[in-house]
Structure formats: structure tokens, C-alpha cells
């Protein structure tokens, strides 16, 4: 048993890539929490011999937050000095022989993340934060520089062993960058590889790249990576190897003369003994790596599950490992490895020191791969110290951080021997009690109230207390059975049960042997031993005096009581101290005074502690309880709570103490002298515990997450620090982490800096199998417990700091008034006693001060509590608490009085209106109504709607939804609740239709008319939207419904919209609706395949792709092909059919068309007329026929589409229009003048094409080659020609014709002579005077608009100025009127008269209605355009037109040529 300090220390902190370093000599530093541990490592460490060579010397104390870097200064001479960077925002440079700060600074604006002392520069530190700024301090100058290279989070940096200026940098998202701090922080190399956290950066030792036989080229994974720029090869940073550990879970090898990867070290999965590979090790990785500088080709790095790697470089390809420690079982890490760092003792051994998440450091000798030693830690508070009565020297100890520890303090061989034990407790260890007689068997109890049972010598998970207090277990003791467990035989119960005292007060007997059955509350045995009415107190402590005959309670109100087996009478109770009791022990028995065994030292949340000497009381064994209110010793001199105190096993009387003020202190108790006094904590102590076996030794732990072993003979002081020592304590303690809330800052993307709480990424919390729970703490904040649970047994513990903000009082009034000086509060007990307990009538004295004390009317009758209530509810309503007010009334019953005060003030409530029915019906459905009114005013109408409900006002609530345009909700309602025929529902559909139908929601305007049973509303709000979808929605409505007529009509519609977009399928799937659109189909099917055919022909722009499959035949007459596919798809074969047909669309009527008709439009409305056509064929019916086909051809001269005529003529009268003339002719009909009409017209088209024919400079040209000429004549040409105005066709006779062949009168085909002796059907006499009269018609109104217009015009410039007389604008208005430039001199100056103009026109109407109506009627080709045509033809082809013809037109050019249009024409032909 060595005579040496030890300390168990924090755990070094989770997740810093360097939060560890170590120079030669054999010194080691961790950072933990929010200081830095030292150890000596090696011969100078002075261990016992044959122990492990370290020992943990001191601690840097000074940041306020978790340390999250610490790195030495390896240069020679400077050895002692060092840097540590903190989340409180500074990095400080230390001197660890004087543990002092030599200086510090706070550049950074951000959590530090890396720090880095250059191996090169004596006096550089380099750091860089989460933002990506990085700063470089030079120590001797004081000088700073700023880089700020990239806007990621710097996980890591390592400046360069080789050269002074160069840094590597690791980032979060994978990226590293080497940057030279010479030249602004320039990156030299970018490298990209990785895709998570770089997690560590390690320099290869030598310089160059020789040291791997590295064939780059075949060896590299991956194409060469660009570094961003082109630099010089300069001998630096030509070369070096560069090696990075990544979560990625690859570690990489850069070149940096290329700038690129060379190598990829994937980690291996390596399963460990005795069970697979636990699923979260993959997820859960840190890589962190150390590259030796004595043997460069080789790597160590960390994995998965915590163990360490040395990998084979020279042999890349193999990926060739060797495992840490692969013989000895359990000596690997069994968690995640943080950092590595090499160290080289005095006597020249290399050894490398890791950290890890296990809480264990570990030393390993880089020459045989096993580990030397480990050093235990604890990342949580020490609560309890309790060493072994039966194994002597081990010592049990209860932290905070999930795991019991069981040090046994007498390993020869290693003064660390600490067995953890995690399964099963998974929260703060509080409590903890060895079985007096059984081997191994250790009681422990947690925070959140949980008891069991731990064999320390095997590994089976601890039975556990089916009984679990509520709160925080304080303290187990073993002790014998009290009823009901001792009724049992001998046999049948336990010698000792467990005994354990909860943060709620209670304490509970638990049988070892049935821990599953139920444990007992003793206070139900105290209750009927001792007969006690009252009510128990709240027990916060229990100890049982070494001989089991006696049990101390101690109670939060600090009394103490005494009680006496076997059924717990009690016997005594100490009043003295007066704060909850903390801590009570026994003196032992075993002195060389027995009677001192009757000692029981107590300590509590006062800071004296009392020593009682109880042999009197227990021999004297009184009737009744005694009370005791004198110690027999005091012990005064701690400043703070007494949490623990121990009696020394070796001494008689003497006492430890363990106290809030941060020391322990050892007492003479007999002597009432303090000893000596331990200072070696940094935080409050917590538990304290003597050693069995050496007498000058203790043991401390504190919530600095330590425990010390200390001896009492190496102490400087004897007593508690007083004053001013105290001050200096304090700000010692003080400096530990603040146990504020947690941070407002969220923890860094860097890990879960919280340890404390149970880490979210590992859950082990849940799943025993996988490893102890991690709630260590955040190395910066203390554990989560802010004020520490009043230890043991604060009343107020975590709980309520926890608490929500506190509800407003109900009774503040009378509150405050019980809080206020204690004479006052004395003097109420005393009126309240008076009033209570007289028996006469109360004086007026007291009358007058009970009316003063109103708040005693809590304490005395009806009357004085009603007044409180109306004191306090006045109060309520002054301070804007309505409803604090209103439930004061309702306690009281008045509740109609608070409904009528609250409907008048607008402050009525749901649970008010809840509570209304108590005061009767009516009341209610008042209260209800007032409600909804307030409600209506507060915009909540639905709301308000639901009350009327529920007072069964439907119409009502019907009607406020309605009037609010809640109209959904309103027709919910009444279709719920009224009868279905009842009128309002109809006019709840009709109003919200029309309101969606006005906003353009038509479908959902349609829904509400079908509610209404509107139908046809509904039809007709579908189709508003005009598109193919919603018409053809509408028409199958129409149809469902019955609506047949507009069922069609939308159908039609429906079709045409179709029809635009060429869709011809879907066109007839709409048409197939109705049987009444069957003639629409027709004139469909005949428009597709006529599309079609001129699509053929290339005469239509517009491609279809949609057509039918019975369009696409080719074969045969067009005419044919109509009948046949109308046979074959439309079933037409009958007469009647035909004729059934034919009725159907003769209703049909279209209007004329003109110039700007639109095509498609054009074409449908020809179509119907040539569905006539066809149809009246079929039925025999020619005349019809011909008038149909007229129609067509009509149409399209109107709308001056020629192609159309023509392709009309081409389709429908291919042979011309004789077989119609026979037709006619055999019905002995005379030859109409529709028929002459259309002869004329086709004739026409003819005349056209031959002139075309011969204007085209071609010899060959033949009149027939009609391709040709539709290529040319495209439907603008055309339009030009048809608008009749012969000046443009002036053109082809205007231009010469040099090439135009002499004798091609002598090629004209028979059939163009034969055409052209035809052409006199066109010179029709009737048919020109009557287009010349319409023509005069046309100009004489066309000359009065212009009249109109220039009046106007002169009109609106007098107005604005002082224009002209009225004859004046006349004159000019007539001036303006004169002909045309081209028309004869004599006439420009010859200006019409209105009168004139008026003869004219009715001149013209006269001689127009004096033609037959049958010339009238059906459109006849320009008589004079076909006259000039022809005069044309014969100048261009002499001889091909006959002389008897061509003096017909000329006369005929006379007689009628006299407007304006032909004036000009007639005279050059005509003279």
C-alpha cells in the first residue's frame, strides 16, 4: 500500500482533434472539462516500483468553458510551455512549471475549433475557428496575423514539421488545404478526396518523397486532382507526404509536389470476440491518426470500435495492418479513440498515449504494440464513496456519468485497478451501500429513483428493485428485517434487507431475495407502532447503528429521530439542527472505548455539524420518546453544507467531513478540535470516505468530476478556510464551469459537446448490449445540475429548475399577506387563536382585526372568507385578471353574478359558457347567446355559430354563417339539421353558385346548382369556360340530366373547340353524345377527310396528327370516299337515313362569309354546305344539291379563297358541270339560275387558271397543269384577284414579255379552245347591269362616308380654332371628294353635289329592284372582270379568243365600265 497522492481525474474531452499532447521527458497533458491535467510519465513520474511509471501531478486551471485544444511547445529549452484554446473564446499560453498563464489573447470572433504550436517557429500558435478564420500568434512579439482562406468549419490544422510557413487545414465538409502563412495565407494545394469531417492532419516525418516506394501513376485511386493554381516546384513543397483521417472512414496520402492523393487506406470492420459488429460502430466513427517519426513508412490510426492500427505504407496495395495489443483480451479501448500522441520517456522508450470515449487513457509501447497502463476517469460528479466492509481496499464509487467504478485500492501492480459497471443503471449514480457480510454484493441507487442489486464478481446485469421511489435515491443502508418482511421463519427471510431513502421523502425496505416483489414503506410500520395521528415528516437520511438494534432517521425539517428494533418504536427525536438533514453516521464498535460506538455525527444544509452521544437514552429505553435540543459535541468551522461525514475505522472520535465550501476537514470530536483541512478540489465536495486499512489516507470526490486520495499528514492547514482564504477558494470553484442553462449557442456541428445528457448519436441509453451510457459531461458545462439536488436529499432538486413559469396565484392578496415580517405573522396565529377558541361572543377588538386581517378568512368562517374573495377578486379585476376574478366567484357559487359581469364587460370564456348550466337553464341559453354575440364582435363566427347550435338555434346559426359568407360551413350545418325539402338549403346552393360562379370557381359553382337540383344551371356555369374539357363535361351533365337540347348545343360546341385544335378524334367522340348531332358528324367526317386531302396536296400549313382511322384511304373520287366512309362508320345506307340527315342540318344556318373569316371556320361552314350537297344527291334531290354546292363555291369566292373554289370544283364537279345538266334535264326542271350561277363559277376558276397558265413564260405550260399553279396561287394571291379590282390585274399585262412565245396560240389544246368558246356563258347582260348598279351603289356611299368624315373633321378644327366659314369647309370638304388621279381632267374639277349623290344612289336602287329575284339571288361571277380577262388572254395569245367574243366584251366593258374601279381599264381596251 503505496503513501501517495492519487487522483482519479475528468474525462479528457470528446471530439477536439487535438485535445492532448506530450513532450519528451515524459510529460503528458488532456484537456478535461475546462482544464488541462498533467501527468509524469517514465522514471521521474516517482511510482512505487513495480507499478505503472505516471502520476497525475497537477492541473491548469483558469478558462471559464470547455477546452477544446491543447498542444506543447516541442522545441528544445521550452518544453514547460504550452497552449490551450477554449469555447470561451481565448487561447492561453501557460508555463506548467509555475502552472501559471504566461498571456493569452481573444482574436477569435468564434468557437476555436484547432490549435497547433509550429514545430518550426519557437513562438507560433496557430488556430482556426468554426467560421474558417484562422489566426497566427507570435508569443515573443505579440504580434498577430488574420487569414481567412475559406467560409467552411475548420475541423483541424497541422503547421509543417519541415517548413515554417506552411499550414494544413481540415474542414467539416471533407476539403483540405495546405496555405502558406507568408504569403497572405495564399493555398498552395487544394486537395479534394475526402467527403466528411477531416478529423485529423499528420505531416510525414522526413521530408521528400522517397521515403514510399510509391508508384504514383498505377497506385493513385484517382485522376489527378487540379490544386487550383500552378506553382513553382520549389524544393519545399516539392516534397512531403501528407496523410488525413476522415469520418469518411478513408485515410488518405497526398503528394504535395503533385497536389494530388497518392494512396486510400480504407478502414477495416474488424469483429470483436464474442459478437458481431454492433450496427451504430459504422455510423459512430473519429479518425484520428499518428505517424511515427523513427519509422516514417508506417501509419497508426484509430477505427471503429476503439481499437489502434499501425499500417504497413511500403506495402499499400496489400492494405496490410497490424492491430494494437492483438494478444491480450481487453486491453484495447472499447470506444472511439479522440487523439493519439507520441511520447519519448527519459529513458528513451516511444510510447503513444490515446484517448477515447471509454473515459480510459491509455499508454502503448510503440515497440511491442501493448499497452503499459491505463488511467481511468469519470465524466460525471463523484456522489458516493463507499468502501468494501468484506473486500478490504475496494472502493466502490457512484458518478454521475452512468457507470459505477470499483477501484481496487490495494493493486500491488497497478495503482489504478478500476472495474467499470454500466449495464442496467443508465442514469447518475447517487447512492451506493456494500452488503455488511456478502462478498461482492453492492446496493446502488440512481437519480431518477431506481435500487439494485450488483454481484461486483460477475458479469450478469444487476437485479433490479421493482419498486422505484420518485425521486432521487439519497441513500441505502443494509439492515435487519422490520415487519412485514421479518414475519417470516427463519429460513424464509433474509438476514439484512436493503433499506433506501428517496428525494420525495419516503423510505423503503427492499427483500435482497425477492427484489421483484413489492418494497415497503416503514412509515406505515412507524405509523401503528407508535400510534401517531399527525402527519410524518419528510426523511431525507437513514443510517442503522453498527449493531442493527438502532435506526436514525434524518428528516428535512433537521430533526433527527431515534427508533428501536424489532418494530420501530421511537425513542428519541433531536431538535438541532434546523435545515434538511444531509448525512448521519454511527461511531464504529470496534474502539478501545465501546461506549463511543453510541456516537452519531449528522451534518445538513446548515454548515455546523453535531456530534450526540445517545447511550442514555437507548439503555434507558423510555415510555415515551425523548426529546434531545443539546449536542454533545459541536464542530463548527465549514461555510457551506454539509454533504458527507465519515468516522475514522482507525482512531476513536475522529471525523471527516466533507462541506459545500469546497474542502474536507478532519476533527478531533472529543476535542471539538479541527485537524486538518484538505483544499485540493476545484468544485464542492460531495462524499468522503476514510481508507480500512491506512490510517493517515481519505478519499474525497466533489462535482469537479474528481476523486482524490489524500493523506491527513500532508496537509498545510488544520480548519476550513475563514475570510479571506474563503474568497479565494470560492473564485477557485468558481471558475469551473458555470452551471448555467445550456448554451444558447447550439453545440458545434463538431459533435455532441453535450455529454452529460445521454449522447444522441450513440443511444445507448436504450440498448444495454453495446456499451456504457455516455452522459459525461459536456466538458464545459458541469453535469446538467445546475444547484447540485440539495445533496442528498434537497428537497428542491433538478426537478425545479426545470419548471415551467409558475401559474398566477389565485389568492395573491392574501399570499403576500403570509409572507411578511414574522411579528406579524405571530400576532395572526394569535388573533386566529382568539377568534377561534373563544367561547363568548368575539370582543369588537378582535371583530376590528379580524375585519383588518381579511386574509384570515382562510382560517375562521363563511362569512370572513366571502369578504377575502371580494377583496381579492377586486384586486383581480384592478390588475386586468378578468378571469382570475370569475373563478373566484365560481368558487364562491356565484355564478350568475359572474356571467351577467363578464357578458357586460365582453369577457365571457368557453369554460365560463361550460359552467352555466349549475345556474339553471335559462341562465344558459342567456350565457349562450351573449356568447355568441361577444363572439360575432370578436370575428368569430363559426365559432359563435357552434354555440347557437348548441342551444338548438339551427336557422339562427345558419343565418350568421350566411350572412359572414361562410357558406361551406352554413350548408354543413343545415344539411345536418334541417329537413332535406326545407327552402333555405336551396337558397344557401343558389347564393354561394352565384357568388363562386361571379369569381370564376365553376365546377365548384356547378356542385352547388346539382345541390339545388338546378341542373341546368349547373350545364350551363360548366360550360362559362369555354374550353373543350368543361364543354364536354357540360354536355354529359346535360345529358345525365336529362337536358337534351343543351346537351347537344355544348356537345357542338364542345366539337368545334376540338376542331381548332385539329383534334378530329375527339371532335367525333363528342358528337357521339347525341343522336341529334348525327348530321354534325357527317359534316365532321367530310371536313376531316377534305383536311385531309388538301393536307395531301400541301395546300394547308396546319398538320393533324389526330385524325381518324378512316381518314387515311386515298383511293377513288373524292365523293366516293365520303359516301363510303359514311356507309361504313356512320351506318348511312337507307334513303331515309339520308333524308333523316338532311333535316337535321338544313336547320342549320350559316352566315356569308367575307375577307377576314378565319379558315378553319371557313372551311366548317363549306363543309356543311357540301354535306348538303352529297346528302341531297343521295336522295335524288339535284336542285338542292346544286344550291348547296353553290353555296360552297360561293363562300369561297366571298372569302377570296380561290384554292377552295377550286379544290371544290376539282372534288365535286370533276367532270365539269355537265352530268348535273343532265340531271336537272331529266327531271325536266328547268336549268335554274343557281345552276347557271354555278356553271358560271366554275367556268370562271377555269378562265383563271388558263391565264395563269400562259403568264408563266412557259411554252409547255399546259392550261390543265393545275399543281403548278396552286403552288403559286397561294390564298393571299388569290384574295387580291377575287377582291375584283382590276388595277392589280393590270400587272401581267403592264409587264413586257420579251420570252413569251409567238406561236403558242398554236399549241392550245382542243379542250382550252373548247373552254374558252365556253366562257360566253359568263357574258351575262342581266348579270352586268345589275353588278354595275351595285357597284354605283357601293361608291356613292362610300364617297358620303368620306363627305361625313371630312365634315367631322372641319368641325373638330373649328372648334379648337378659329378656323374657316362654314362655306369654306364645305368647299373643301367637296374639293377633297374629286375623283382619283386617273380619272379625266374635266372631272377633278367637277366635284359632286350631295344632291347628285343622292339621284345616283337612288337611281341604282331602282334599276336593282326592277331584276328578277332569281338573278338576284344567287351570286354571279364580275361580268367585267371576266370581259377584261378575256381581252387579255387574246392580246397575250392572238387568235385564241374570237373576234365575235372579244367585240362582246368590249361592248359590254362600255355599257357597264362607267364606275370608278373600271373606268381605267375600259379605256384602254376600249379605244
Same mark, same amino acid.
Given at each position: ?300 490510426? +484509430? ?50 498515449? +490515446? ?905 409547255? +405550260? ?28 393590270? +400587272? ?180
Amino acid at each position: 500500500m503505496g503513501q501517495d497522492p492519487r487522483t482519479l481525474p475528468p474525462s479528457p474531452n470528446w471530439y477536439c482533434a487535438r485535445c492532448s499532447d506530450a513532450v519528451p521527458g515524459g510529460l503528458f497533458g488532456f484537456a478535461a472539462r475546462t482544464s488541462v491535467f498533467l501527468v509524469r510519465v517514465g522514471p521521474s513520474a516517482g511510482a512505487i516500483p513495480g507499478t505503472p511509471p505516471f502520476r497525475v501531478i497537477g492541473e491548469l486551471v483558469g478558462h471559464t468553458e470547455r477546452v477544446s485544444g491543447f498542444t506543447f511547445s516541442h522545441h528544445p529549452g521550452q518544453y514547460n510551455l504550452c497552449a490551450t484554446s477554449s469555447d470561451d473564446g481565448t487561447v492561453k499560453i501557460w508555463d506548467v512549471e509555475t502552472k501559471a498563464v504566461v498571456t493569452e489573447h481573444a482574436l477569435h470572433q468564434h468557437t476555436i475549433s484547432a490549435l497547433h504550436w509550429s514545430p518550426q517557429v519557437k513562438d507560433l500558435i496557430v488556430s482556426g475557428d468554426e467560421k474558417g478564420v484562422v489566426f497566427c500568434y507570435w508569443l515573443n512579439r505579440n504580434d498577430s496575423q488574420h487569414h481567412f482562406i475559406e467560409p467552411r468549419t475548420i475541423f483541424c490544422l497541422t503547421c509543417s514539421p519541415h517548413h515554417e510557413d506552411l499550414v494544413a487545414i481540415g474542414y467539416k465538409d471533407g476539403i483540405v488545404v495546405i496555405i502558406d502563412i507568408s504569403k497572405k495565407g495564399e493555398v498552395i494545394h487544394r486537395l479534394r478526396g475526402h467527403d466528411d469531417e477531416i478529423h485529423s492532419i499528420a505531416w510525414c516525418p522526413l521530408p521528400g518523397e522517397d521515403c514510399l516506394s510509391i508508384n504514383q501513376e498505377e497506385n493513385s485511386e484517382e485522376p489527378e486532382i487540379p490544386n487550383g493554381k500552378v506553382i513553382e516546384q520549389t524544393p519545399v513543397t516539392k516534397g512531403c507526404y501528407l496523410a488525413t483521417g476522415s469520418k469518411d472512414q478513408t485515410i488518405r496520402i497526398w503528394s504535395c509536389s503533385r497536389g494530388r492523393g497518392v494512396m486510400i487506406l480504407k478502414l477495416p470492420f474488424l469483429k470483436r470476440r464474442g459478437g458481431g459488429i454492433d450496427p451504430t460502430v459504422k455510423e459512430r466513427l473519429w479518425l484520428t491518426l499518428h505517424w511515427p517519426k523513427d519509422q516514417p513508412t508506417q501509419l497508426v490510426s +484509430s477505427c471503429f470500435g476503439g481499437e489502434l492500427l499501425l499500417w504497413d505504407l511500403t506495402q499499400s496495395w496489400r492494405r496490410k495492418y497490424t492491430l494494437f495489443s492483438a494478444s491480450s483480451e481487453g486491453q484495447n479501448h472499447s470506444r472511439i479513440v479522440f487523439n493519439l500522441c507520441p511520447l519519448q520517456t527519459e529513458d528513451d522508450k516511444q510510447l503513444l498515449l +490515446s484517448t477515447s470515449m471509454d473515459r480510459d487513457v491509455k499508454c502503448w509501447d510503440m515497440a511491442t504494440l501493448e499497452c503499459c497502463w491505463t488511467l481511468p476517469s469519470l465524466g460525471g460528479f463523484a456522489y458516493k464513496l463507499a468502501f468494501s466492509p468484506v473486500d478490504m481496499g475496494c472502493l466502490a464509487i457512484g458518478v454521475g456519468d452512468g457507470m459505477i467504478r470499483v477501484w481496487n485500492t490495494l493493486s500491488i501492480k497497478n495503482n489504478y485497478d478500476v472495474k467499470n459497471f454500466w449495464q442496467g443503471v443508465k442514469s447518475k449514480v447517487t447512492a451506493l451501500c456494500w452488503h455488511p457480510a456478502k462478498e461482492g454484493c453492492l446496493a446502488f441507487g440512481t437519480d431518477d429513483g431506481k435500487v439494485g442489486l450488483y454481484d461486483t464478481y460477475s458479469n450478469k446485469p444487476p437485479q433490479i428493485s421493482s419498486t422505484y421511489h420518485k425521486k432521487t435515491v439519497y441513500t441505502l443502508a443494509w439492515g435487519p428485517p422490520l415487519p412485514p418482511i421479518s414475519l417470516g421463519g427463519e429460513g424464509d427471510r433474509p438476514s439484512l434487507t436493503l433499506y433506501s431513502c428517496g428525494g420525495e421523502g419516503i423510505v423503503l425496505q427492499h427483500n435482497p431475495w425477492k427484489l421483484g416483489g413489492e418494497a415497503y414503506d416503514i412509515n406505515k410500520l412507524i405509523r401503528d407502532t407508535n400510534s401517531i395521528k399527525y402527519k410524518l415528516p419528510v426523511h431525507t437520511e437513514i443510517s442503522w447503528k453498527a449493531d442493527g438494534k438502532i435506526m436514525a432517521l434524518g428528516n428535512e425539517d433537521g430533526s433527527i429521530e431515534i427508533f428501536q428494533v424489532p418494530n420501530l418504536k421511537l425513542i428519541c427525536t433531536i431538535q438541532q439542527h434546523h435545515k434538511l438533514v444531509n448525512t448521519i453516521s454511527w461511531h464504529h464498535e470496534h474502539g478501545s472505548q465501546p461506549e463511543l460506538s453510541y456516537l452519531m455525527a449528522s451534518g445538513s444544509n446548515n454548515a455546523v455539524i453535531y456530534v450526540h452521544n445517545l447511550k442514555t437514552v437507548i439503555e434507558s429505553n423510555p415510555e415515551t420518546p425523548v426529546t434531545i435540543t443539546e449536542p454533545y459535541r459541536t464542530l463548527s468551522g465549514h461555510t457551506a453544507k454539509i454533504t458527507s461525514v465519515a468516522w475514522s475505522p482507525h482512531h476513536d472520535g475522529r471525523l471527516v467531513s466533507a462541506s459545500y465550501d469546497g474542502t474536507a476537514q478532519v476533527w478531533d470530536t472529543l476535542r471539538e478540535e479541527p485537524l486538518c483541512n484538505f483544499r485540493g478540489h476545484r468544485g464542492r465536495l460531495l462524499c468522503v470516505a476514510w481508507s480500512p486499512l491506512d490510517p493517515d489516507c481519505i478519499y474525497s470526490g466533489a462535482d469537479d468530476f474528481c476523486v482524490y486520495k489524500w493523506l491527513t499528514s500532508m496537509q498545510e492547514h488544520s480548519r476550513p478556510p475563514q475570510g479571506k482564504k474563503s474568497i479565494e477558494l470560492e473564485k477557485k470553484r468558481l471558475s469551473q464551469p458555470k452551471p448555467k442553462p445550456k448554451k444558447k449557442k447550439k453545440p458545434t456541428s463538431r459533435a455532441p459537446v453535450k455529454q452529460e445528457v445521454y449522447d444522441g448519436n450513440e443511444d445507448e441509453s436504450i440498448r444495454e448490449s453495446s456499451g456504457p451510457v455516455e452522459n459525461g459531461v459536456s466538458d464545459q458545462e458541469g453535469e446538467e445540475e445546475a444547484r447540485e439536488p440539495e445533496f442528498p436529499s434537497g428537497v428542491a432538486s433538478v426537478e425545479s429548475l426545470t419548471k415551467k413559469r409558475k401559474a398566477r396565484s389565485m389568492l395573491p392578496l392574501t399570499t403576500s399577506l403570509d409572507h411578511r415580517s414574522k411579528e406579524e405573522l405571530h400576532q395572526d396565529c394569535l388573533v386566529l387563536a382568539t377568534a377561534k377558541h373563544s367561547k363568548a361572543e368575539l370582543n369588537k377588538e378582535v371583530s376590528a382585526d379580524l375585519e383588518e386581517r381579511f386574509h384570515l378568512g382562510l382560517f375562521t368562517d363563511r362569512g370572513a372568507l366571502y369578504r377575502m374573495i371580494e377583496v381579492e377578486g377586486k384586486g383581480h379585476l384592478e390588475n386586468g385578471h378578468p378571469e382570475l376574478f370569475h373563478q373566484l366567484m365560481l368558487w364562491k357559487g356565484d355564478l350568475k353574478g359572474v356571467l351577467q359581469t363578464a357578458a357586460e364587460r365582453g369577457e365571457l370564456t368557453d369554460s365560463l359558457v361550460a359552467m352555466a348550466p349549475v345556474a339553471g337553464y335559462h341562465v344558459w341559453l342567456w350565457a349562450v347567446e351573449a356568447f355568441a354575440k361577444q363572439l360575432c364582435f370578436q370575428d368569430q363566427y363559426v365559432k359563435a355559430a357552434s354555440h347557437l347550435l348548441s342551444i338548438h338555434k339551427v336557422y339562427e346559426a345558419v343565418e350568421l354563417l350566411k350572412s359572414n359568407h361562410f357558406y361551406r360551413e352554413a350548408i354543413a350545418v343545415a344539411k345536418a339539421r334541417l329537413r332535406p325539402e326545407d327552402p333555405i338549403l336551396k337558397d344557401l346552393y343558389l347564393t354561394w353558385g352565384a357568388i363562386l360562379e361571379k369569381d370564376g370557381h365553376y365546377a365548384v359553382a356547378a356542385k352547388c346548382y346539382l345541390g339545388a337540383a338546378c341542373a341546368y344551371d349547373a350545364a350551363k356555369v360548366l360550360s362559362k369556360k369555354g374550353d373543350a374539357a368543361s364543354l364536354k363535361t357540360a354536355a354529359e351533365l346535360a345529358s345525365i340530366v336529362g337536358e337534351n337540347e343543351l346537351s347537344s348545343s355544348l356537345a357542338l360546341r364542345c366539337a368545334q373547340e376540338l376542331l381548332l385544335a385539329r383534334n378530329w378524334v375527339g371532335a367525333q367522340e363528342a358528337l357521339k353524345l347525341h343522336e341529334s348531332l348525327k348530321g354534325q358528324r357527317l359534316v365532321f367526317c367530310l371536313l376531316e377527310l377534305l383536311s385531309r386531302h388538301l393536307e395531301e396536296r400541301q395546300l394547308l400549313e396546319a398538320k393533324s396528327s389526330s385524325y381518324n382511322t378512316w381518314a387515311t384511304g386515298t383511293a377513288g373520287p373524292f365523293v366516293e370516299r365520303v359516301t363510303a366512309v359514311w356507309k361504313s362508320t356512320f351506318s348511312l345506307e337507307s334513303p331515309e337515313q339520308y333524308q333523316a340527315a338532311l333535316q337535321q342540318l338544313q336547320s342549320i344556318k350559316y352566315p356569308s362569309a367575307t375577307n377576314n373569316t378565319p379558315s378553319k371556320q371557313l372551311l366548317l361552314h363549306i363543309c356543311h354546305d357540301l354535306t348538303l350537297a352529297v346528302l341531297s344527291q343521295q336522295v335524288a334531290s339535284w336542285d338542292a344539291a346544286v344550291e348547296a354546292l353553290l353555296r360552297a363555291v360561293v363562300r369561297s369566292y366571298d372569302s377570296g379563297n380561290f384554292t377552295i373554289m377550286q379544290e371544290v370544283h376539282s372534288a365535286f364537279l370533276p367532270e365539269g358541270c355537265d352530268h348535273l345538266k343532265h340531271k336537272l334535264g331529266e327531271l325536266q326542271s328547268l336549268i335554274t339560275p343557281a345552276f347557271k350561277s354555278l356553271e358560271a363559277f366554275f367556268i370562271y376558276g377555269h378562265l383563271y387558271e388558263f391565264w395563269w397558265s400562259l403568264s408563266r413564260h412557259c411554252p409547255k +405550260s399546259s392550261v390543265w397543269v393545275r399543281a403548278s399553279h396552286r403552288r403559286t396561287a397561294s390564298v393571299e394571291q388569290s384574295q387580291q384577284i377575287n377582291n375584283a379590282t382590276p388595277e392589280e390585274m393590270d +400587272s401581267g399585262d403592264s409587264q413586257p414579255e420579251p420570252n413569251r412565245p409567238p406561236e403558242l396560240d398554236v399549241r392550245l389544246t382542243e379542250e382550252s379552245k373548247q373552254m374558252l368558246i365556253t366562257c360566253k356563258e359568263l357574258f351575262s347582260e342581266k348579270h352586268a347591269s345589275l353588278q354595275n348598279s351595285q357597284r354605283t351603289v357601293a361608291e356613292v356611299q362610300e364617297t358620303l362616308a368620306e363627305m361625313i368624315r371630312q365634315h367631322q373633321k372641319s368641325q373638330v378644327c373649328k372648334s379648337t380654332t378659329n378656323g374657316p366659314d362654314k362655306n369654306e369647309s364645305e368647299q373643301a370638304a367637296e374639293q377633297s371628294l374629286s375623283s382619283p388621279q386617273n380619272e379625266c381632267k374635266e372631272e377633278k374639277n367637277q366635284p359632286l353635289s350631295l344632291p347628285e349623290l343622292t339621284k345616283r344612289l337612288t337611281e341604282a336602287n331602282e334599276k336593282i329592284a326592277k331584276f328578277p329575284e332569281s338573278v338576284k339571288i344567287w351570286p354571279f361571277p364580275d361580268v367585267l372582270e371576266c370581259c377584261l380577262i378575256l381581252l387579255h388572254i387574246g392580246s397575250q395569245c392572238p387568235g385564241s379568243v374570237t373576234q365575235d367574243m372579244q367585240q362582246q366584251a368590249q361592248e359590254l366593258l362600255q355599257k357597264y365600265g362607267n364606275t370608278k374601279v373600271y373606268k381605267r381599264y375600259c379605256e384602254t381596251f376600249c379605244t
